[in-house]
């Protein structure tokens, strides 16, 4: 690289005008202090300016209503709702699909309305997926607790 003279070459004391880097291209700045950058202190004080002190209206209205926030009773609440309006659905469901059909399941046999036994079969499917998840969560909480003991 010195042998180059289309090269800028760096001096003691000259400035690096049209100089890539350094001489040593594996030289570490973390090594070497005459590598690393400088910086530029940061002026003290603020540098934004900062806001008067707030002052109240000469004449107050009414005071902003409060902004309300979701809750767990509400939460509760709407789903009371919703539920009801699904038992209602399904009540009339049921009290328009009475009429009766044969049921056989294994050995046995019955007669139920068909609603009653459309809603049965739900229920039954609904079982199915709750009672698994249900002993899988009771699992989990199960091995979290025992687990934060251990941490203790």
């Known amino acids: 690289m010195a042998d180059d003279p ?5 001096r003691p004391g000259s400035p690096l005008h049209g100089s890539v ?21 940061e002026p003290e004080g603020p540098t934004v300016p900062t806001p008067a002190p707030f002052a109240p209206d000469p004449a107050p209205g009414p005071a902003p209503a409060a902004v309300v926030t979701r809750t767990r009773t509400g939460g509760w609440w709407t789903g009371l709702v919703l539920s009801a309006v699904v038992l209602l659905f399904l009540l009339i469901f049921v009290l328009q699909n009475n009429a009766p059909m044969q049921i056989n399941f294994l050995v046995w046999t019955g007669t139920l309305p068909s609603g ?10 609904l ?26």
Do not use: C
């Not at 350094?22 to 910086?39: K, L, Q, S």
């Open 116 to 125: 009653v036994a459309l809603l049965l079969s739900a229920v039954a499917g």
């Open 21 to 41: 880097g350094p001489e040593d291209p594996h030289a570490d700045p973390a090594t070497n202090p005459a590598m690393r950058p400088v910086r530029v202190p």
């Open 127 to 152: 079982l199915l997926v709750a009672i698994p998840g249900g002993l899988r969560i009771l699992q989990l909480r199960r091995a979290a607790k025992q687990g934060g003991r251990r941490a203790r």
């Open 6 to 10: 289309t090269r800028a070459t760096a």
